[in-house]
């Protein structure tokens, strides 16, 4: 089992920067492969962005040039910095980890454990 936790959200204006981070616990952390999603009122979660083991990252067109996910192997950390926010950016933001093979990790059923969740709210 994996545990992790969100934090960081709030409520912004349009153009600030927020830092989220995801603390895990339980298994080894550096085994895993993380990934950011969100889900904003009445939509799908959607993915933002994911980092492998080794550190290679992908991200949603939405959110590319914008985002910035990395990890912190020995802090067993997630980070999703976002700058240049936006009122469509506003959404619950959930880590995830997974362990599956030959997965892009940016599908939901690409991962086994879920955080909680963290409101982000960017006011225009």
């Known amino acids: 089992q994996v545990q992790l936790v969100e934090s960081g959200g709030g409520l912004v204006q349009t153009g600030d920067s927020l830092r989220l981070s995801c603390a895990a616990s339980?298994?080894?952390?550096?085994?895993?492969?993380m990934g950011w999603f969100r889900q904003a009122p009445g939509k799908e979660r959607e993915f933002v962005a994911r980092i492998t083991r080794g550190g290679n990252t992908i991200y949603s067109d939405s959110v590319k040039g914008r985002f910035t996910i990395s990890r912190d192997n020995t802090g067993n950390t997630l980070q999703l910095q976002m700058n240049s926010l936006k009122p469509e950016d506003t959404a619950v933001y959930y880590c995830?980890?997974?362990?599956?093979?030959?997965?892009?990790?940016?599908?939901?059923?690409?991962?086994?454990?879920w955080g909680q969740g963290t409101q982000v709210t960017v006011n225009s």
């Open positions: 339980g298994r080894t952390f550096s085994n895993y492969y």
């Open positions: 995830a980890a997974g362990s599956r093979t030959f997965v892009s990790g940016a599908r939901t059923n690409d991962y086994d454990y």
